[in-house]
């Protein structure tokens, strides 16, 4: 009973009331072997929050565990929800905190600029984070090393899963890379909408539309970024973003047929879902086991059987077999 923050002392006391009502006060520290002074001290609070009564002068009782919970819970809830207004009032702190900060803080005009990779990574990692709504990119690679997808993956998933919305444009050529392929199929497939250009040089990140992020030098990554938090840089950031996304063509427009032609294996994720799938296990089993929704985990599903060119599940299990996939 930790969890609506009972003592072990005081959860101890409870139960023994249960097992037996109409106990004296004065025999709880004798019977638990605890001090009387701490006894005293729990007794007292028990009773403050309802879930012991005092029958008669001395004699103790304990309400019902329908009743205890009921009213444990509220009075953890109460606490919580205290707890969390105390925290959204303190969003003062930033102000006071970028004071603290002086001149090492955002410029006047909104721009940080970021010298490193690694602190553009940082960066990255702490937009995404606090991202809500929704990330916008257009990213111009031919190929992702087995270290980028795996941290992007991370990154994605945690967001997708809060339900934030994605929006990606790539370059076509990526999709001759199989592991990027696999890789931008697997988002997709969790919910992202990712479009295709032959031809793109802009780097672009957009967070909920309040900061962009793009390279100092679009040729060279390497020479740092900006980050503009400025409204009007972002609106024509996103103006940019939107120009391309509307002349891009979607992913599943034909441009995964070769990546099916070829066979290429499931992605981590729908690598899972096969093993569920292949085991017989119920949706619901395999979308908890996976830590995903019942209705994505289905939609994986659909995705084996349509790279599998099969007609059920049990053809799709004996068709991966035949590959080797499982």
């Given at each position: ?9 005081e ?13 004296s ?20 609070r ?16 304990a309400?019902?565990p ?8 509220e009075?953890?809830?109460?606490e ?9 009032r ?9 004071t603290?900060q ?10 940080e ?18 991202a ?7 990213e ?16 994605d ?35 992202a909408?990712?479009?295709v250009?032959?031809d ?50 979607d ?76």
């Open positions: 009973m930790s969890v609506f923050g009972l003592s072990q002392t959860e101890a006391i409870y139960r023994h009331l249960l097992r037996n009502q109409k106990t006060s004065d025999e709880i520290h004798q019977l638990l072997r605890i001090a009387p002074q701490q006894a005293t001290e729990s007794v007292n028990l009773c403050a929050v309802g879930v012991l009564k005092r029958t008669a002068p001395g004699v103790l009782s309400a019902s329908e009743t205890a919970v009921r009213r444990l819970t009075l953890r809830l109460r919580l929800h205290q707890e969390l207004e105390h925290v959204i303190s969003q003062h702190l930033v102000s006071e905190l970028r603290e002086g001149s090492k803080g955002v410029p006047a005009h909104g721009v600029h970021l010298q490193s990779l690694p602190q553009i990574r940082d960066r990255i990692d702490d937009l995404a984070f606090f809500r709504e929704e990330i916008l990119s257009i111009p690679y031919t190929a992702l090393t087995p270290e980028n997808i795996s941290h992007a993956r991370r990154l998933q945690r967001c997708l899963r809060r339900s934030v919305r994605m929006r990606s444009v790539v370059r076509r050529e990526a999709l001759d890379h199989p592991p990027t392929r696999v890789y931008l199929r697997e988002l997709a497939a969790q919910g909408a990712i479009r250009a032959e793109i040089s802009e780097r672009i990140l957009v967070y909920d539309r309040r900061a962009a992020l793009v390279p100092k030098d679009p040729a060279d990554s390497a020479r740092g970024a900006l980050l503009a938090h400025e409204e009007g840089l972002v609106a024509n950031i996103v103006a940019l973003f939107e120009k391309i996304w509307d002349q891009a063509e992913l599943t427009d034909g441009a995964d047929g070769q990546a099916d032609a070829e066979g290429s294996g499931p992605g981590e994720i729908e690598q899972r879902v096969l093993e569920a799938m292949c085991r017989g296990s119920k949706d619901e089993i395999g979308a908890r086991a996976l830590g995903i929704s019942i209705r994505t985990y289905r939609r994986h599903v659909a995705e084996l059987l349509r790279l599998l060119g099969a007609s059920s599940r049990p053809h799709a299990a004996l068709v991966a077999r035949e590959r080797g996939w499982i």
